[in-house]
């Protein structure tokens, strides 16, 4: 039995400090959706607001169709699965997933038999009598999906479980958490600052910055097709350049900026006068001997990185414009040294002009 | 060591060092040492102390043994000091809980004022404020006399009635404090986990909060037992002249009959009695002494 989650302009105000600023969003029902952005955009209090530990300021949290005004998390057909877990410490493993059923009354030989089936469902079939201080950090993430998965929720609620585990057990927790969530069929929504976690778990992923939803898509969409200059910059490596928009020819504009003139597309709600930024992705950078015919800037190589699959290469133009480059690395790949004289090619197809902030992480670029 | 030589240097840290070992030494243990040695010795004339009569034995402990009157008093003390540990703690725990996980921060350090002003005042003085307030024409009859819930003044200081108020009063703060800093570490989410997963407040409590406060609620209970037995203050002040408190026995057989041996020998069997008393209810409880020193 799994629910949709309907947010309706919500708004969430502290004080004068508004967290959470008119969000709108249709959750279906068996859906992996993520909410993506950086630390103090407002993720973890919209998820706070849909398990009903807040009230939004503005605006209606539905579940199951159901307006949840006024209700109470242990009211709520949701479960939250905490940044820190918060797994009793005083109770065996059992109890701990079980803890939701004594709660609705189930008897104790009930109880157990289904901590331990939940306990096969995710993979620790020995661990019921064992307390919580003897499991791994892995462990412990899977008693607490399991303690979640008891109550049968209709809605998964889940704020950076991952973030406290290595990579390795990071990555093989992500494609778990997936195939737990399409076996149970429960819609997941899933709150985390990492990138590469939203999109390769979500159905769809919301991108939210200061507070705003900037952009619902899947995730392919929030990669290629970036609603704005601050989506584009989050998610995924830049080249930034800024510029003015100077003419349109055949559904591509010309762009100029201190390093020349390119072609490029126009970016979703961007138009002719617009205060835009071109961005194009490192891996449609291409480094070459030969200058292009167009969108094409002579560079110096300044480092080189050589990550096995592919190449990263840092270069400058002369304006001082630096540039990061990848190729597939496809064996016969030759790695530029640094100083090595080279061009820049792209394609205007592969440039996009979008306007909006970009994220801090690529305000350097 | 070190670092207070280093701080201090050599002489004032001797300073501190030697009045610390005179306090220790001279005012707490030499005293009780010399009360110990003397429980065991008969109560004789000066001229025949030290003769042959003045042969250490357990006669003075017997004494306790073989009075009926006695044992029926401690047992009470036992009881009532029992009572006035759950009462306190009933006070403290809601109190505790809200401080530490309701409260608002900024008004944390008003509360913490408004519990401590009381104690400024001397416990001589606040045992007979409430002498005062319980009296049968006192402030708190004529207030609920004057309010219309009761129709006839009420005989506070009757029985233990009125050490029990004055006792929660004196030591509830004993009991406050130990869960008050117990709660607070613990991590809000396992509160907010509980509730998720359909924890009504009840539930929730008897789950998690309480059974992490537990080695707070213990040592709050066990200060408050035992200060409460060992009170002399408030059971004078405000027994009524029929029941008496077992401290009230020690002083008796101290200050009245001169006996500082049998005295001795009673002070002792409170301390020991009360021990047993106390390790026997935390073993009830399942608290072990390692919680408590947390």
Redesign the interface.
Request: charged content about 25%; glycine content about 4%; aromatic content about 10%.
């Given at each position: 039995m799994s629910a949709g989650v309907e947010l309706d302009n919500v708004t969430m105000e502290f004080g004068s400090f508004r967290a959470v600023d008119n969000v709108s969003v249709n959750i279906q029902p068996g859906e992996f959706f993520s909410f993506l952005g950086p630390s103090g955009c407002g993720k973890t209090t919209i998820l706070r607001m849909i398990?009903g530990?807040i009230q939004p300021t503005k605006g209606l949290v539905k579940i199951g169709g159901k307006d949840m005004q006024g209700a109470?998390?242990?009211q709520r057909p949701?479960?939250?699965i905490?940044q820190?877990l918060?797994?009793?410490p005083?109770?065996p493993v059992w109890e701990n997933i079980a803890?939701?059923l004594?709660?609705?009354g189930v008897d104790k030989a009930k109880r157990r038999a289904r901590a331990e089936e939940l306990l096969r469902l995710v993979d620790l079939p020995d661990a019921a009598d064992k307390r919580v201080s003897q499991l791994s950090g892995g462990q412990k993430q899977r008693v607490a999906i399991a303690?979640?998965l008891?109550?049968e929720p209709s809605v998964m609620l889940l704020d950076e479980p991952l973030s406290a585990l290595d990579l390795k057990l990071r990555q093989h927790m992500r494609a778990e958490l997936r195939a737990i969530q399409k076996r149970t069929q429960v819609t997941f929504i899933y709150i985390t600052h990492d990138q590469g976690e939203a999109l390769a778990m979500s159905d769809r992923v919301g991108v939210m910055s200061h507070g705003k939803l900037q952009q619902v898509a899947v995730p392919q969409d929030i990669y290629n097709n970036p609603a704005n200059g601050f989506v584009a910059s989050f998610v995924g490596e830049n080249n930034i350049l800024s510029g003015d928009i100077t003419g349109e020819e055949g559904g591509l504009v010309s762009f100029a900026t201190p390093s020349g003139t390119f072609s490029a597309r126009l970016g979703p709600g961007v138009s002719k006068g617009a205060k835009a930024r071109l961005f194009l992705r490192p891996e449609h950078a291409r480094l070459s001997t030969e200058a292009g015919k167009e969108n094409s800037v002579p560079v110096e190589v300044t480092d080189v990185a050589f990550e096995g699959n592919f190449i990263s290469v840092h270069s400058v133009d002369a304006k001082g414009q630096t540039y990061i480059s990848e190729a597939r690395n496809d064996g016969s790949a030759v790695i530029p040294g640094r100083g090595d004289k080279r061009h820049i090619v792209f394609e205007g197809q592969h440039a996009v002009l979008l306007t909006g902030d970009i994220s801090a992480k690529d305000v350097d670029e | 060591m070190s670092d207070l030589l280093n701080r201090y240097g050599g002489l004032l840290t001797a300073i501190f060092i030697l009045l610390t070992a005179f306090w220790l030494l001279m005012l707490v243990i030499l005293p009780n040492i010399y009360l110990f040695e003397n429980s065991f010795r008969p109560y004789l004339p000066v001229n025949e102390m030290g003769g042959p009569k003045d042969v250490y034995s357990l006669n003075n402990y017997l004494t306790f043994f073989k009075s009926p009157i006695h044992m029926n008093v401690f047992v009470w003390t036992i009881i009532y000091s029992s009572l006035v540990t759950l009462i306190c703690f009933i006070i403290a725990y809601p109190l505790a809980y809200y401080m530490s996980k309701i409260a608002p921060d900024r008004i944390i350090p008003t509360l913490f004022l408004l519990l401590f002003v009381p104690l400024w005042v001397s416990e001589v003085l606040r045992s007979f404020a409430w002498f005062i307030i319980l009296a049968l024409k006192g402030p708190l009859n004529s207030t609920l006399l004057g309010l219309g819930i009761i129709e006839a003044p009420v005989r506070w200081i009757m029985g233990f009635r009125g050490v029990v108020i004055g006792l929660v009063y004196t030591y509830v703060l004993f009991m406050l404090f130990p869960i008050y800093n117990a709660i607070q570490s613990l991590?809000t989410?396992?509160i907010?986990?509980?509730?998720?997963?359909?924890?009504?407040w009840w539930?929730t409590h008897l789950?998690?909060i309480l059974?992490?406060s537990k080695p707070g609620i213990a040592s709050g209970a066990v200060m408050v037992f035992m200060l409460s037995a060992g009170s002399i203050l408030v059971p004078t002040l405000l027994a009524s002249t029929t029941s008496r408190w077992f401290t009230e026995i020690i002083q008796q057989w101290m200050f009245e009959s001169q006996d500082w041996n049998t005295g001795s020998a009673y002070a002792f069997l409170l301390l020991i009695l009360c021990t047993v008393f106390v390790s026997v209810v935390m073993r009830v409880f399942r608290v072990k002494l390692s919680d408590i020193a947390k």
């Open positions: 398990s530990f109470r998390p242990n949701t479960a939250l905490f820190n918060a797994l009793f005083l109770m803890f939701g004594e709660v609705r303690r979640a008891a109550v | 991590d989410n396992q907010e986990a509980a509730e998720d997963l359909g924890s009504p539930r789950r998690v059974p992490h």
